[in-house]
């Protein structure tokens, strides 16, 4: 046991690892030379038997019988294996199975420096070494998670905007259909009230010369003029209010939804949604049956532009109810420039006025779907004195076709009772994969009757017989957006552009005079339901207008008056107190334009100046600084 | 024209022997002058085509359609009498032709089984029958007339059955 070596093993290793020491320990043993020595350079150690090492030596020193596990402890101290290249055929000098190690510090005759070999730190070099690739690693890890989970948040948001979409659609249908029923309601409402005003109407006009009345059994019967000047003359009662009430109500209503089905149908709507509130009131002020109001429109329109007609009536009675529910189609200012022009020449020159252009910018193409040749003829002349390109069809089940064959129509007039499919089943089958504006034209126009028009699709009733006007009003109110733009038309002559440049010659006045149009613009706004309100200051200003002018309903004022105030001087009563708030609008052009146009985007420059020109003779104080 | 041009009406002769009214004016009962006038504008310049050919196409159209009404009424077809009502109620009404149409319309309540402003639910088929013959006869005066002033009021005498 003990060599020349014994001295050195004297010391005892202090620090040395278990493993090196008993190592040590194992290779100053001489008995096992045979087996396991030092190395000829004393730098090294060598397993000249592995099987005999494996089985007596390694039990005995290390506990163990398994040479793979020694090796593996060997290199966890840092013991390499002598590579036998040092020769050519690769063999170990000592023996061909012999094992050598050698570590630095592992040498014969030096315990001391047993010390210094130490089990390699595994976790830190092991550590340093994969973090050196791990850094890559590790980044493209972290890179990837978040891609992932930006992945899902995208995923978690296009889900919730589909959601989101979803819900909305479903929003937007039911508030149509609260809308649809709004209305409806309002309908029903509009003919009670409307049936009590000519109940009231009637007692009050027996002693009264009664104008040929013709019951239609309709609502709109009840507003023959003789009646609606009666009712005039009764300054207020409960109905008054009633209906007033209504109208109002009617205005801000309106104003809200409009917005909302243009939402729902872009398409269709767009072009029209600047003016929805005007559109309402003036639907609202014709329809809605405040007397004073009809009296104005009435009196005149039935009176004397259109003696009346039993159409004319139901027309004006009814349409402007129902149209409500349709589209909310504004009126522009243009068309009723037409009206006016029309009018005009009506008692003048009858031919003439047989082809007015309404000014489209392009002529509309319309399907007259009628059964009834009488009916197609004069319908379709009418379409055509007003430009637009006709087709027909015999029945519902053509009109069908026609439109599956896709053939596009701006407009389709839909006679409800015809052979082979009525009108009613067409439209609803037409509605399975067009949008195409379809207007019934019938002359059972009882409410239920209507109410199962819209209900499968249709967008408007026209009263039959339908006359001229009430056809060009309802080709004018769903085709708006058609129409050329008021400002772009040349002025035909004061009566008949004034309306239609109103609005344009408005947005010009306001524009150049900027300075003057901050008093009034605010409650102008088109759209807003406080215009009317907001007319009343200029009211006073009727009084210097011409009889012409007579004020309607205060937002159908403006029309009222125009087409009938240009040719038609109004009866002196059209001014009643109620009137003079709306009739501000329609009087001294500017003035109404600068209000209506207000919401509007400035077209056209040089309109305003000729406006404000004319206007100034009439036009009040307020007015005036403006223009100045 | 002379009143005797109507004699050759299908249906019945004329016998009235009152003068045939020459201004829509005057027709006023029969003829809404609004409505009617509202074709006469769509006439071109000079002549009046259109309006005359609205009108002659009519009378075929309502003469046609009171045979077949009196072949219905026969049928005892009330249902087919409405439609028919309905039907000659649409043109006349464009037409303007006032008397007409709202006799059409009565037909075509009668037809439907109610009284004639439709309101009122009418069970009795034979009443409604006999209504709708009633009111049939009426309309041919009243048509008769009207188309005796129309033909006047074109030039057009009648030269077809």
């Known amino acids: ?628 | 024209m002379a009143p005797t041009t109507t004699t050759k009406t299908v249906e019945e002769p004329p016998k009235e022997t009152k003068p045939i009214p020459s201004t829509l004016a005057e027709m006023s009962e029969s003829i809404d002058q609004t409505t009617f006038e509202q074709i006469l504008e769509m006439d071109d310049e000079g002549d009046n085509e259109f309006s005359k050919g609205i009108v002659i196409g009519f009378f075929d159209q309502a003469e046609t359609t009171f045979e077949k009404m009196e072949k219905c009424l026969k049928e005892e077809d009330l249902a087919e009498l409405s439609s028919l009502g309905h039907y000659l109620k649409g043109s006349s009404a464009t037409l303007g032709l006032t008397k007409v149409k709202d006799a059409c319309e009565k037909i075509q309540h009668f037809g439907a089984g109610k009284d004639e402003t439709g309101s009122t639910d009418e069970p009795d088929k034979k009443t409604s029958l006999s209504r709708i013959e009633k009111t049939l006869k009426q309309v041919k005066e009243d048509y008769k007339e009207v188309e005796a002033f129309l033909r006047k009021y074109y030039g057009e005498p009648k030269t077809s059955s």
């Open chain 1, 1 to 628: 046991m003990d060599g020349g070596q014994t001295s050195t093993s004297a010391a005892p290793a202090g620090n040395s690892s278990d493993f090196v020491r008993k190592l040590y320990k194992m290779l100053e043993d001489p008995s096992y030379s045979e087996i396991v020595r030092w190395g000829d350079e004393g730098d090294s150690f060598v397993v000249l038997e592995c099987e005999k090492f494996t089985k007596t030596i390694l039990p005995k020193h290390f506990k163990h019988s398994n040479f793979a596990s020694f090796v593996r402890q060997l290199n966890k101290y840092d013991f390499h294996k002598v590579r036998q290249n040092n020769e050519e055929n690769g063999q170990s000098p000592y023996g061909q199975n012999a094992w050598e190690f050698k570590h630095p510090e592992f040498r014969a005759n030096s315990k001391e420096s047993l010390d210094n070999i130490r089990r390699k730190a595994p976790a830190p070099r092991k550590q340093t070494q994969p973090s050196d690739d791990s850094v890559p690693t590790q980044q493209i890890d972290l890179l990837n998670q978040q891609i992932v989970a930006q992945q899902q948040q995208i995923q978690n948001l296009s889900d919730r905007y589909a959601q989101l979409t979803v819900d909305h659609q479903l929003m937007l249908q039911e508030l149509l259909r609260v809308q649809k029923t709004v209305l409806n309601h309002e309908n029903v409402i509009h003919q009670v009230m409307t049936y009590l005003l000519s109940v009231d109407a009637r007692q009050r006009r027996d002693s009264k010369a009664a104008a040929p009345f013709q019951a239609q059994g309709q609502a709109g019967s009840t507003m023959s003029p003789s009646q609606v000047a009666t009712m005039d003359d009764e300054p207020s009662s409960p109905l008054q209010h009633a209906s007033k009430l209504l109208s109002d109500m009617n205005a801000e209503i309106q104003f809200n939804l409009a917005g909302l089905e243009s939402m729902g149908e872009p398409p269709k709507n767009t072009a029209v949604v600047p003016a929805p509130a005007m559109e309402a009131a003036s639907r609202n002020g014709v329809a809605r049956p405040p007397p004073t109001n009809q009296a104005m429109v009435y009196s005149k329109m039935n009176g004397e532009i259109e003696p009346v007609v039993y159409p004319v009536g139901a027309t004006n009675g009814i349409d402007p109810m129902y149209s409500e529910h349709v589209n909310n189609v504004p009126y522009p200012m243009p068309p009723k420039q037409e009206l006016d022009e029309t009018r005009r020449q009506f008692p003048d020159n009858r031919k003439k006025s047989a082809n007015v252009d309404p000014g489209w910018m392009r002529n509309p193409h319309i399907l007259l779907v009628e059964d009834d040749a009488t009916c197609r003829q004069i319908g379709g002349k009418f379409l055509y004195s007003f430009h637009c390109h006709i087709d027909t069809a015999f029945d519902g089940l053509e009109a069908v076709n026609k439109i599956q064959d896709g053939s596009k129509y701006d407009l389709i007039l839909m006679d409800i009772i015809m052979p082979n499919l009525d009108g009613v089943s067409a439209c609803h089958l037409i509605r399975q994969f067009d949008r195409t504006p379809i207007i019934a034209m019938t002359s059972n126009i009882r409410s239920d009757d209507i109410q199962l028009y819209f209900q499968h699709g249709m967008d408007d009733v026209l009263p039959k017989p339908f006359t001229r006007k009430s056809l060009l009003d309802m080709l004018e109110k769903h085709l708006v957006h058609l129409k050329i733009q008021p400002g772009m038309e040349p002025p035909q002559s004061a009566a008949s552009v004034t309306m239609a440049a109103q609005s344009s010659a408005a947005q010009s006045v306001k524009e150049d005079s900027s300075p003057g149009q901050s008093p009034v613009t605010p409650m102008n706004n088109w759209q807003s339901p406080g215009q009317f309100p907001g007319m009343a200051p200029v009211a006073p200003s009727i009084q210097q207008v011409p009889s012409q002018y007579v004020p309607a309903t205060p937002a159908a004022a403006a029309y009222a008056v125009d087409q009938n105030g240009v040719q038609y001087p109004a009866p002196p009563v059209a001014l009643t107190a109620a009137a003079t708030a709306a009739a501000a609008r329609p009087q001294p052009r500017r003035q109404l334009s600068e209000m209506s146009s207000a919401g509007e985007p400035p077209n056209i420059a040089k309109r305003p100046r000729m406006y404000a020109h004319q206007a100034q003779p009439i036009v009040n104080p307020m007015q005036a600084t403006r223009t100045g």
